[in-house]
T-cell receptor, first 117, second 113 residues
Framework: AQKITQTQPGMFVQEKEAVTLDCTYD???????LFWYKQPSSGEMIFLIYQGSYDEQNATEGRYSLNFQKARKSANLVISASQLGDSAMYFCAMREDDQTGANNLFFGTGTRLTVIP | NAGVTQTPKFQVLKTGQSMTLQCAQD?????MSWYRQDPGMGLRLIHYSVGAGITDQGEVPNGYNVSRSTTEDFPLRLLSAAPSQTSVYFC????????????FGPGTRLTVL
């Protein structure tokens, strides 16, 4: 079974509007972390935001926020006030915590976001 | 502080050839890993290490070897390249149990003919 599911292969958003990218995850662990990365056409992986499974508040980083719904196992990324530079591939990822502290990530298949002027 | 460096950036191999992808980091990170990214897919973990002398398999380890003799370096060896190993390879490093970014290298684009 897929550990991370991103059901939106592509999304369009008007510049200055907000957009939500969906992510659901599957784990039986109690301790885990959720990440969002941005991959522009140049190919590098850019970290956006992190949410720990025990964090009670939704994570926010500037224009990015993570809508964490633990019971539904969802970790949607909300980008407010979209900019043309936000056009990129977005990946949701999960780390299941273990005693070694390894940061092994399971990635979803990504959502390609296009911002329309 | 160079971060995570990978060499080469591009490589073309013939089926059956072997090669080593180099990865180095200068941040004294305990954790290092290798991922591959295939078209239309997310990254998948190949091998990882939580410290010098310690390595373990990830999700897709077949056809690859790793070693970690120093904290800084984590090379990935392709033993006998196959067309199915055509991919973009990313190396990453971080502190253990990180709560923010892993630092990714720029990637190596490998084509196996």
């Amino acid at each position: 079974a897929q550990k991370i599911t991103q059901t939106q292969p592509g999304m369009f958003v008007q510049e200055k509007e907000a957009v939500t990218l969906d992510c659901t995850y599957d784990t039986s662990d109690q301790s885990y972390g959720l990440f969002w990365y941005k991959q522009p056409s140049s190919g590098e992986m850019i970290f956006l935001i992190y949410q720990g499974s025990y964090d009670e508040q939704n994570a926010t980083e500037g224009r990015y926020s993570l809508n964490f719904q633990k019971a539904r196992k969802s970790a949607n990324l909300v980008i407010s006030a979209s900019q043309l530079g936000d056009s990129a591939m977005y990946f949701c990822a999960m780390r299941e915590d273990d005693q070694t502290g390894a940061n092994n990530l399971f990635f979803g298949t990504g959502t390609r976001l296009t911002v329309i002027p | 502080n160079a971060g995570v460096t990978q060499t080469p950036k591009f490589q073309v191999l013939k089926t059956g050839q072997s090669m080593t992808l180099q990865c180095a980091q200068d941040m004294n990170h305990e954790y290092m890993s290798w991922y591959r990214q295939d078209p239309g897919m997310g990254l998948r973990l190949i091998h990882y290490s939580v410290g010098a002398g310690i390595t373990d398999q990830g999700e897709v380890p077949n056809g690859y070897n790793v070693s970690r003799s120093t904290t800084e370096d984590f090379p990935l060896r392709l033993l006998s390249a196959a067309p199915s190993q055509t991919s973009v390879y990313f190396c990453a490093s971080s502190v253990l149990r990180n709560t923010d970014t892993q630092y990714f290298g720029p990637g190596t684009r490998l084509t196996v003919l």
